[in-house]
């Protein structure tokens, strides 16, 4: 079968592809585009492994067809880094050591920027309220919500 | 299995209409990625409705607001006017799942996936919200609790589509809340639930009411005894036990593993005399 021909923006680039209409933007993504930072945890929109950002709302890429993307943006982690410069909270997630296996840790980047582009100086309750769709079976939370703190101030000093 | 994004709600219920399969309207896809995934449906088509036009705007009326099937309930929680008029119904509609689903998830998802646990719906029923249904035969407005009919039932016929959810405008002196029972703090599936809707008078009397119960039935509950219970009152406490005990009599809950008949039966008395304290508060009642 040819498939769905999808014309989108990804990280700022326009993107072509075929893809079945039952096939999810995570696996197009993955299988199709090479660009593999979401990752599949639960698949069923449980765990944020696959979160990515859609016309600017966080959403599950699991719980998205691909076909949906047409005429959308998309921004996943791949887009984060500017460069060889790393995102502040990449940068602080390395310096707090806030991921061990790192299966969640792209999900939880792209939380934390959705989070900190709508609300620059969050609580820590507010951090955690916020990040509790990404789940994290190694670390635990406390590293990754100090980073995301450290991260926030550090952007909003810059 | 075809994917369809019709721009209008002609073709959309056109493309219903004209298919011999199993067909799937689908607005946010958190329930029906997740079924599809699962195998528990496998549609012949899918209907995306995200297109169709108005169908992605809260629009303010002379009536209230029209909320269109498209609407992710992340953006009722961020309109400011709508969370001032019906506080009960945003927090019903932002308890559903995470930041993440928030972002895609729908009220009207939400009520014609027609799970007896559904947070949005209870709220709605006690808002006295209608649903405007597109259809073959043109559109009708029904109340919303004439939607679900059973567990992922509904009594939508074939090519009819939800295409708003209405709620009027308020009085003064009005309020409603939403509050449910879950094992963890947050990010789960109410084991029961109540929304409560109040309108009161200059002295603080109630003048109307409406509460319903979502988790202790096939289908969301409205308690009709608990209108004639509350209006009058004050909400003393002989008023809030009365309500109480009506919730819990009105109830016809499964027992299951998230919780027993007579757990189910008791907290949905608690939570709405919880409730009708929140939506008394929120009313200006002291």
């Given at each position: ?93 390395i310096e707090h050591a806030a991921l061990q296996c790192g299966i969640c840790t792209p999900g939880f ?46 952007m909003r000093a810059a | 299995m075809r994917y369809l994004r019709p721009l209008s709600m002609e073709d ?215 209108a004639g219970i509350l209006v009058g009152s004050r909400l003393d406490d002989a008023t809030l036990e ?45």
């Amino acid at each position: 079968m040819a498939g769905l021909a999808v014309s989108t923006t990804i990280n700022g680039d326009s993107v072509e592809y075929l893809c079945q209409p039952d096939e999810t933007l995570l696996d197009v993504l993955r299988d199709r585009l090479g660009l593999t930072g979401a990752k599949e945890g639960c698949g069923t929109g449980d765990c944020g492994a696959c979160s990515i950002i859609l016309d600017g709302r966080l959403v599950c890429s699991c719980l998205v067809l691909g076909a949906e993307a047409e005429g959308r943006r998309v921004e996943t982690i791949e887009g984060m880094a500017d460069g060889d410069v790393l995102h502040p909270l990449q940068q602080k997630f390395i310096e707090h050591a806030a991921l061990q296996c790192g299966i969640c840790t792209p999900g939880f980047l792209i939380a934390a920027k959705d989070l900190l582009a709508r609300n620059p100086d969050p609580t820590e309750e507010e951090i955690r309220f916020g990040l509790a769709g990404n789940l994290c079976r190694c670390t635990g939370y406390d590293k990754i919500v100090r980073a995301v703190q450290d991260a926030a101030s550090v952007m909003r000093a810059a | 299995m075809r994917y369809l994004r019709p721009l209008s709600m002609e073709d959309a219920i056109g493309m219903i209409t004209n298919s011999a399969g199993t067909v799937a309207v689908l607005a946010g896809g958190s329930d029906l990625l997740v079924r599809m995934k699962g195998g528990f449906v496998e549609p012949d088509l899918i209907v995306d409705i995200k297109a169709i036009e108005g169908l992605s705007e809260i629009r303010e009326t002379a009536e209230g607001f029209s909320i269109g099937a498209a609407v992710p309930c992340a953006v009722l929680g961020e309109h400011a006017a709508l969370r001032k008029a019906w506080p009960g119904v945003v927090e019903a509609a932002n308890l559903i799942g995470s930041k993440q689903v928030q972002g895609r998830c729908t009220i009207a998802g939400n009520l014609c996936n027609a799970s007896p646990a559904a947070d949005s719906v209870p709220a709605l029923v006690a808002a006295g919200a209608k649903a405007l249904v597109a259809g073959p035969k043109g559109n009708r407005t029904v109340p919303v609790e004439a939607i679900p009919t059973g567990p992922g039932k509904t009594s939508l016929a074939k090519g009819e589509i939800v295409r708003e959810i209405l709620l009027e405008k308020r009085p003064p002196r009005a309020g409603d809340a939403y509050l449910r029972f879950i094992p963890r703090t947050e990010m789960d599936i109410a084991v029961v639930s109540a929304g409560v809707n109040l309108t009161l008078d200059a002295k603080g009397a109630v003048t109307s009411a409406r509460v319903a119960l979502g988790a202790v039935a096939p289908t969301v509950v409205l308690v009709e005894e608990a209108a004639g219970i509350l209006v009058g009152s004050r909400l003393d406490d002989a008023t809030l036990e009365k309500l109480a005990k009506a919730c819990s009599d009105a109830c016809r809950p499964i027992d299951d593993k998230r919780g027993t008949i007579a757990f189910r039966r008791k907290v949905a008395g608690v939570l709405a005399r919880r409730a009708a304290a929140a939506a008394y508060a929120r009313a200006g009642g002291k």
